[in-house]
């Protein structure tokens, strides 16, 4: 088994400005091989299309971490990839509207999701990825996003 993270090669503990560390430094101790690569615009989709399964850890006792957008989960569905991530807000509103319930609360939830993808057929991971690729480009597409600006501003008494 192969750990493949994709990030920026530095990572700060707090705000996105302090605590600055070496993302390399918090891969230590895994019991597989693992393997650093810098997010880069040019190669990251092919780096994370080749894998089985994306991840999005995030610390549930940061607000801030906590607080932040789906838009990540919803890049890695557009690039047709199933996705565990941590139970945040954002990704709870976005799983739950897709269907896919694959968020992990805690360590015994990141083991069991780990080991069930892990173990899946990739007919089976597959199927995930499509799932959330055909609900990212339905719920997020450029057509939607003016849609939910029509309604706003037809709420508020514009004509659209």
């Not at 690039?79 to 992990?104: F, Q």
Request: charged share 30%; hydrophobic share 40%; net charge neutral.
């Amino acid at each position: 088994m192969e750990l493949h993270v994709v990030t920026d090669p530095t990572v700060f503990r707090y705000l996105n400005r302090f605590g600055r560390h070496a993302a390399q430094d918090l891969l230590r101790g895994f019991q597989c091989d693992v393997y650093f690569h810098p997010w880069d615009r040019g190669t990251f989709s092919n780096r994370i299309t080749d894998s089985d399964v994306a991840i999005i850890p995030i610390d549930l006792d940061d607000a801030f971490a906590r607080g932040k957008p789906e838009n990540k989960l919803v890049m890695l569905w557009q690039l047709g990839m199933p996705v565990l991530a941590s139970d945040t807000p954002a990704y709870r509103r976005a799983m739950e509207s897709a269907g896919i319930d694959l968020l992990c609360r805690d360590s015994a939830d990141w083991r069991t999701r780990l080991r069930m993808m892990i173990a899946a057929p990739d007919r089976k991971r597959e199927g995930i990825g499509q799932k959330g690729r055909s609900f990212a480009e339905r719920a997020y597409s450029k057509d939607e996003f003016l849609e939910r600006f029509d309604r706003v501003f037809t709420s508020v008494g514009f004509e659209v």
